[in-house]
């Protein structure tokens, strides 16, 4: 089955040329947006003695930073949707280096809580999405391996933040490693000014003729064909065109009405209640296990270096013929690994133990990242993209928010790190199962409704011949 809606864009993406420079400016901006809020877990420890707070209240720092992201996410794809992906991303790229700077003067872990946590997850919702979206205008044959090596960002700059922050506190403290954080982070305005828009002119899709016929009855009746054949389409299919106008005014409601999205959308839900705490408590983890810092903060840079490399690995692998058909069962076979890692997690003893998980969870985390929003697009078209993530994103800022500190609430009621991971697994591995069960229905359904249509269009076409030749039979009698 070919990826879904990808014909309906209006023009032929380049796949290519100007492509690999967004691809590099989505890299930056993508690798900004998720390992920021990963890094900062190198100064939890410190600030949480600084301003004598619990593991459940330190954890909202980096919890409230992502769902802002993440609820930032329909403004954010309203914006790309009227003014484009460039502006958007420059102004997200301000908005994080001034968070930074004012929760460089915080008095107060609410201070914190608006400074990093709004202002800067908003912010990163404004690089997130725009860099995203247009990865899905310039790539179309190429998209999963273009999504993939994007998404590498965010492991590349984890692996760099991690151990720079360590070095940054001990040199700078805290507050002086958030003026620092503030500088860097306008790396992203560079990647933004990178985002020109694809020029849809000159990659413009000719329209379909009809094809040639041998006698003027099979000419008239192609056309009789094609215009009976539009009248046939599915209601799911009519949504999804009244869907396309909508999405280019504010954002497209109807997505609501589609199969794959609703699954989709479901198994994300549960999901994200276990997807970033894991990676927030690691370092935090192994400092409890009695690890010094340096060595704890190594962990956080294997973990990205094996999901570095991991993540263009699966969208080379999701690019080709065996696997994008069904790409959707990847993903299912992602989601579930990710599982299984953290209920073997509290299995690991010593700094030994912990490495072999953080190498695993490297490959299970890079290979779901990978493929989160390709599958998205691959059920919902590049052409709604861009309000498909937005809507999916306000709904999961609710786990993205609530996932981490109640993780910390675990940790702090048994006051041991197993029972969090074990949650965790239990909340990755059931939507895994989910998918595999939905994603065999959903294609199923798909491949009946494929031969419907058909069906359909060999029967109307059958009858739409027979119907002018009996009019050219009768024309003939006539004269």
Not at 2 to 21: C, F, I
Not at 152 to 159: H, I, K, N
């Amino acid at each position: 089955m070919p990826p879904a809606e990808v014909t309906n864009l209006g023009y032929t993406p380049p796949d290519g040329g100007w492509g690999w420079a967004i691809v590099f400016s989505a890299f930056i901006s993508i690798g900004f947006s998720y390992a920021f809020p990963k890094s900062l877990t190198i100064y939890f420890k410190e600030i949480q003695e600084y301003f004598s707070v619990s593991y459940s209240e330190i954890a909202w720092v980096s919890s409230v930073m992502l769902a802002s992201m993440y609820a930032g996410g329909p403004i954010s794809s309203i914006l790309v949707n009227r003014y484009g992906s460039r502006p958007v991303v420059l102004v997200g790229g301000l908005m994080v280096c001034s968070a930074m700077v004012l929760a460089s003067f915080g008095t107060s872990i609410i201070h914190l809580y608006l400074c990093v946590g709004v202002i800067g997850g908003f912010g990163l919702a404004f690089n997130l999405q725009p860099a995203l979206t247009i990865i899905g205008t310039y790539f179309q044959v190429k998209r999963p391996l273009a999504n993939g090596l994007a998404m590498t960002g965010s492991p590349v700059v984890l692996c760099t933040l991690a151990p720079l922050n360590q070095f940054l506190f001990d040199s700078f403290g805290w507050r002086g490693s958030f003026l620092i954080l503030g500088s860097i982070v306008l790396n992203c305005c560079v990647a933004g000014a990178l985002m020109r828009p694809v020029n849809k002119r000159a990659n413009a899709k000719p329209r379909n003729e009809s094809p040639k016929c041998n006698g003027a009855a099979e000419e008239a009746a192609a056309v009789d064909t094609s215009t009976r054949s539009a009248n046939l389409l599915t209601e799911e299919s009519q949504s999804e065109r009244k869907g396309q106008s909508n999405a280019h005014k504010l954002i497209d409601l109807s997505l609501f009405k589609h199969r794959g999205f609703l699954i989709y959308l479901a198994g994300n839900v549960v999901m994200f209640f276990g997807f970033f705490a894991p990676v927030v408590f690691l370092a935090p983890y192994a400092k409890h296990l009695g690890i010094d810092e340096y060595s704890a903060a190594f962990l956080l840079s294997i973990f990205a270096l094996v999901d570095m490399f991991i993540r263009p690995a699966t969208g080379f692998i999701g690019n080709t013929k065996w696997v994008r058909p069904r790409i959707q069962y990847f993903f299912s076979f992602a989601v579930s690994y990710n599982g299984v890692c953290h209920l073997l997690c509290p299995l690991a003893s010593g700094y030994l133990g912990l490495v072999v998980y953080a190498v695993f969870f490297g490959l299970a985390f890079g290979m779901l990242s990978a493929l989160l929003f390709e599958v998205l697009m691959d059920l919902v078209g590049a052409h709604r993209f861009s309000s498909a993530v937005g809507l999916v994103t306000i709904i999961e800022c609710g786990p993205v928010l609530l996932g981490p500190p109640l993780s910390g609430a675990l940790v702090d009621i048994f006051g041991d790190y197993k029972y969090m991971y074990y949650a965790c697994g239990v909340f990755m591995l059931a939507p895994g199962i989910f998918f595999f069960i939905m994603h065999y229905y959903n294609y199923k359904k798909l491949d009946e409704e494929q031969r419907r249509s058909v069906t359909v269009e060999m029967r109307t076409s059958e009858e739409a011949v027979e119907l002018k030749m009996n009019e050219d039979v009768k024309t003939v009698d006539e004269n």
